[in-house]
């Protein structure tokens, strides 16, 4: 183990520097107010990127540069739902990231929450009708998170020809999220990258007007209209070292996206976390001095519609994967209602040496141990790589509150929130580092899938097997 007393004297000035400083706020500012939601294929994707090399390269970051990705981008048209009996409505709605553009009609299926188990069990009502389901992520029964895309995907698999995701929070009005093929890592479908169903998005209220009518009057019908489309785009992976002094070979890495959605700024998620990742190369860059091993910051591009810039990272860049000592996620890290935990993606080995380093940092956090499969952490983690992220160690499983609606702006954030992400990012990488003998190593294919195949991972990953052949198999038809 490091000399920890050591780390004592470049803590006081990180948190001295980082606690009298305005910085991650400024750019936050500058990221959702003049770049917009920086979804991919906009202009301020393109400007937030510029923006992201020019600071670091400030901030003493060396290898500063952009990595294109092209890849099936998909831009928003207009979309329309109308009740068709027994009553006319129009229902406000929007389509979500890679709905492939449709017209078609059929009756509802309100599958409340979406437990998986009632997929199977309602498939007979389901096949040939629209879909209907909440963004609560852990339905009742359920110990795990249910993701938007596995609801989708088990929606295709019962032979529904539409999707209606509901916020079950109020006032909050529709909630985004991408569906397309990325999302069950795998390769999208030949026709242009879109889903494999239309999928729209209601508010919580228009759902329980549809739930109302349907008790009164024992079924809906619906006419559903989208008119998105698809095509070839390039997005970009923004890369930069503090390159090591003694083992430069082994990399120390330190991520966010950047993308937001398109009908938001994005300003908890991702880019609090996004800023924190710039801070803590700031902080780094300016006080850590010659690092025994290089620390990587990396800003991928499009993880709303499938992770899809830091899986092409981890494919381009496979022959240096065993020499990533850790990756350590920052998605969301300084919004105001996370907490600062680590949450370790089942590495064992690594808790107690994190335990030890959150004693001589004097600071409370817990850590955790569990795997989610989305966000920038899995492509690695599937890779082998020993990965963790800033997130509650606590999870909840109550949903993204505004998150992924219009109302993820920037007065959302607190400063404080971006402090704290950004110091404990900059202090665990600093230890990371300077470790003479890092615990944790690459583990091969076999070791990560015995690992999936344990009872709390074991459903979501066979539906992820079952899925994809279905739509490999719908593909070659």
Request: aromatic share 8%; with cysteine; glycine share 10%.
């Amino acid at each position: 183990m490091a000399d920890q007393n050591s780390f004592l004297s470049t803590d006081q000035q990180i948190l001295g520097d980082a606690y009298t400083s305005t910085e991650p706020m400024d750019n936050l500012i500058v990221l959702c107010d003049d770049f917009g939601s920086r979804f991919g294929g906009t202009e301020g994707e393109r400007q937030s990127v510029e923006f992201f090399q020019q600071k670091l390269q400030e901030y003493g970051v060396t290898n500063v540069h952009s990595e294109p990705i092209e890849y099936i981008g998909w831009t928003r048209g207009d979309a329309r739902l109308d009740i068709t009996h027994p009553v006319q409505r129009t229902v406000p709605c929007i389509s979500l990231p890679h709905s492939p553009a449709a017209d078609l009609a059929g009756e509802i299926v309100d599958m409340g929450d979406g437990a998986p188990k009632d997929f199977d069990r309602r498939a007979g009502e389901i096949a040939g009708n629209i879909v209907m389901t909440t963004s609560v992520a852990s339905p009742k029964g359920s110990r795990r998170w249910i993701h938007r895309s596995e609801k989708y995907g088990r929606a295709i698999l019962a032979g529904a020809t539409g999707f209606i995701f509901v916020n079950h929070h109020p006032a909050y009005g529709p909630v985004t999220g991408g569906i397309g093929r990325a999302l069950s890592f795998s390769a999208y479908r030949s026709d242009e990258g879109a889903g494999a169903i239309p999928a729209i998005s209601i508010g919580k209220e228009e759902c329980a007007r549809i739930q109302r009518i349907t008790k009164r009057t024992g079924k809906v019908s619906l006419r559903l209209k989208t008119t998105d489309t698809c095509g070839p785009t390039t997005s970009w992976n923004v890369i930069g070292d503090l390159v090591g002094h003694q083992r430069p070979e082994e990399i120390v890495m330190m991520g966010s996206h950047y993308d937001g959605h398109d009908i938001s700024q994005g300003a908890a998620d991702p880019a609090s976390g996004t800023v924190s990742v710039l801070e803590a190369a700031r902080l780094l860059g300016r006080y850590a001095g010659k690092l025994p091993c290089t620390v990587r910051f990396v800003l991928w591009g499009i993880e709303e519609i499938g992770l899809i810039g830091s899986r092409a990272y981890v494919q381009a860049h496979a022959a240096e994967l065993p020499n990533i000592r850790f990756y350590l996620n920052m998605d969301s890290a300084g919004s105001a209602g996370n907490r600062r935990d680590i949450v370790l993606n089942e590495w064992p080995r690594l808790q107690p040496l994190i335990e030890s380093y959150r004693e001589e940092m004097a600071l409370q956090f817990e850590v955790g141990q569990t795997v989610l499969a989305y966000s920038d952490h899995y492509p690695f983690f599937r890779a082998g790589v020993p990965t963790g992220g800033i997130e509650s160690a606590q999870k909840s499983l109550l949903g993204r509150n505004y998150g992924h609606t219009q109302w993820d702006t920037v007065d959302k954030v607190r400063l404080k929130g971006l402090r704290e992400a950004s110091t404990l990012a900059a202090r665990l990488a600093l230890r990371i580092a300077s470790e003479e003998r890092w615990p944790a190593r690459k583990r091969d294919e076999g070791a990560v899938s015995e690992l999936l195949n344990q009872p709390e991972y074991r459903e979501e990953e066979e539906f992820r097997v079952r899925l994809n052949t279905f739509l490999d198999h719908a593909g070659e038809q």
